[in-house]
C-alpha cells in the first residue's frame, strides 16, 4: 500500500477534473506533495487497496451516510477529511437538502467556502468558523488567465469534432431540469435529506413542464438558419434517458438540435456566442466568461426554488422571444451586473485555484487541523437501528430490480447511472496536470 498525501476525488468529471488536476500541478510544482485523484463514484476498491492518504478531499459532504461516504471514513479513519462543495450557491430549497446533518460533517470535516455568504450558511448550521475556510470559487478562475489559455481555440476542435458550423451563431443551452428525471424512489430519498415533502413534488411536476415547454422552443427554433443550437444535459442526467425523453415532449424535428454531453461546460461557454439556460449556475459562469446570459423562465418560479442572483439576469419567457434573442444580430452585454455579483461573492480574493491548493498543503502539513474521525469510524461498526433500515432499504430495492430483470421486465432504474462519463484514469490525469504545467510556467 502506498502512503500518499491526498487523495482528491472527483465527481463529476466535467465539473471538477480540470480543477483537480490544474491543484495537483500546483502543489507537485511547490511542494513535495504526493497527490492522487481519483473518481468517487468508479473503482473505489481498487483505490482503499492501494493509497493510505494523510488527507482525503471529498466533492460534497451533507453525512457520513450519504452518498457512499461511510466507506471511505471506515477505511481511512485515520484520514483528515475537506469538503470542497461543488454546490455552494444554493436556491431556499437546496439549503435544507444540502446542509451539514450530523457530527461527521460538522465537527470532523474542513469545509471550502467560495466565499462570506456559504461561510454563514455552514456555521448557521451548526459548523464551527475554525472549520471553515474561505476562498473562492474556483471554477471561475478557469475563465481568467492564466487558466483561461489551458482550453486554446475550442471552437474550431468543437466544430470539427462534432460537424458545427463555425461561421454559425452558437447558442449553447446547459439545461438544469434534472428533478424532471426523477422517479418517486428518487424524490423520496431527497425528502429523507430534509427537501420539504410537498415542495419536492411541486419541484419535479415544475421541471416537467417547464422542460416540455422548452423542448418545444428548441424545436421551433431551427427556423433560425443563422445559428448552430447546442443542448448540453446536466452532468447527472444519462445523454440517452434525457434525449429520449426530449424528443418525446416536442417530435423528432428535434434531431436538428444539437445534444451534446461532452466536454467541459467551460470549453462550451469559452466557444459559444450567447448562453441560455433555467435557472443553471452556469448562466453565472457566462458572465464572468462575458458571454451574453439569458435565462428561460417559461413558468413563473415556485417561491421555494427562488435565488438572490435570478433577479439580475435577462428574462425568455416566450418561445417568440427565444426565436427574437437567438436571431438578434447585435452582442448583448447584458453579463455585466451578474459578473460583478458573481466577482463581489465568490472571486474577490485573488486566485481561488492557487487558494484550493495552499489549503490543501496547509492539511497536510498540520498548519490548519480537523479532527480524524476515529469515533465516528468506530460508531460505524455498530448495528444500529438506522443502519439496519438504511441497509434493508438498499438490499431490498436491490433484489426487486434484479427479480423484474430476471423476469424480463426491464425498468429505467436497471439503465440509470449519474455517472456514465466519470470514470478517472491516470493516464488522463497525468496528460492533464502535464498541460497545466506546461501552462503555469
Not at 495537483?24 to 483505490?47: F, M, P, Q, R, Y
Not at 448583448?332 to 487558494?355: F, T, V
Not at 426487486?400 to 432504474?413: E, F, N, R, V
Request: charged share 25%; glycine share 4%.
Amino acid at each position: 500500500m502506498e502512503k500518499v498525501d491526498l487523495v482528491y476525488f472527483v465527481e463529476h468529471v466535467a465539473r471538477e477534473l480540470d480543477i483537480a488536476c490544474a491543484v495537483k500541478a500546483i502543489l507537485e510544482k511547490n511542494t513535495d506533495i504526493s497527490v492522487k485523484i481519483a473518481s468517487i463514484t468508479h473503482g473505489l476498491k481498487d483505490v482503499f487497496d492501494a493509497y493510505q492518504p494523510k488527507v482525503v478531499a471529498l466533492p460534497y459532504c451533507v453525512a457520513v451516510h450519504e452518498a457512499g461516504l461511510d466507506k471511505i471514513v471506515a477505511r481511512w479513519s485515520g484520514a483528515k477529511f475537506i469538503n470542497l462543495a461543488y454546490e455552494q450557491v444554493l436556491g431556499k430549497a437546496q439549503k435544507n437538502l444540502n446542509s451539514p446533518k450530523d457530527d461527521f460533517a460538522r465537527e470532523y470535516v474542513m469545509h471550502h467556502a467560495w466565499g462570506d455568504f456559504f461561510a454563514q450558511y455552514l456555521q448557521d448550521n451548526n459548523v464551527p468558523e475554525t472549520h471553515i475556510a474561505v476562498n473562492g470559487n474556483p471554477s471561475y478562475a478557469l475563465y481568467r488567465e492564466p487558466y483561461k489559455e489551458y482550453y486554446g481555440n475550442q471552437r474550431r476542435r468543437l466544430a470539427e469534432q462534432f460537424g458545427l458550423d463555425s461561421e454559425k451563431r452558437w447558442i449553447f443551452v446547459p439545461e438544469n431540469y434534472g428533478w424532471a428525471f426523477f422517479r418517486d424512489h428518487m424524490v423520496r430519498a431527497r425528502i429523507r435529506r430534509g427537501f420539504d415533502p410537498e415542495h419536492a413534488y411541486q419541484y419535479r411536476d415544475f421541471a416537467r413542464k417547464s422542460l416540455q415547454t422548452s423542448a418545444q422552443w428548441w424545436r421551433d427554433a431551427i427556423q433560425v438558419e443563422s445559428v448552430e443550437l447546442i443542448v448540453r444535459p446536466r452532468p447527472a442526467i444519462p445523454a440517452e434517458s434525457f434525449v429520449e425523453t426530449v424528443r418525446e415532449m416536442a417530435g423528432d424535428a428535434l434531431k436538428k438540435v444539437h445534444f451534446i454531453k461532452h466536454g467541459t461546460v467551460r470549453e462550451w461557454i469559452l466557444a459559444s456566442d450567447l448562453v441560455i439556460s433555467n435557472f443553471s449556475t452556469t448562466l453565472l459562469e457566462a458572465a464572468v466568461a462575458r458571454k451574453p446570459v439569458y435565462m428561460m423562465v417559461p413558468y413563473p418560479f415556485p417561491e421555494f426554488l427562488f435565488a438572490e442572483w435570478y433577479e439580475i439576469v435577462e428574462k425568455i419567457e416566450t418561445g417568440n422571444a427565444f426565436n427574437a434573442v437567438i436571431a438578434q444580430n447585435e452582442v448583448p452585454d447584458n453579463w455585466k451586473d451578474l459578473e460583478e455579483w458573481a466577482i463581489n461573492q465568490m472571486i474577490s480574493r485573488g486566485d481561488a485555484i492557487s487558494g484550493l491548493a495552499e489549503i490543501l498543503a496547509s492539511l497536510v502539513c498540520g498548519q490548519i487541523n480537523v479532527p480524524p474521525p476515529v469515533e465516528i469510524a468506530h460508531q460505524l461498526e455498530r448495528m444500529t437501528p438506522a443502519r439496519v433500515v438504511r441497509l434493508a432499504r438498499k438490499h431490498g430495492w436491490n433484489l426487486i430490480q434484479s427479480s423484474l430483470s430476471a423476469l424480463g421486465i426491464k425498468t429505467q432504474d436497471q439503465g440509470w447511472t449519474a455517472h456514465e462519463s466519470d470514470l478517472v484514469t491516470d493516464e488522463v490525469v497525468e496528460q492533464r496536470v502535464r498541460r497545466w504545467k506546461e501552462i503555469l510556467n
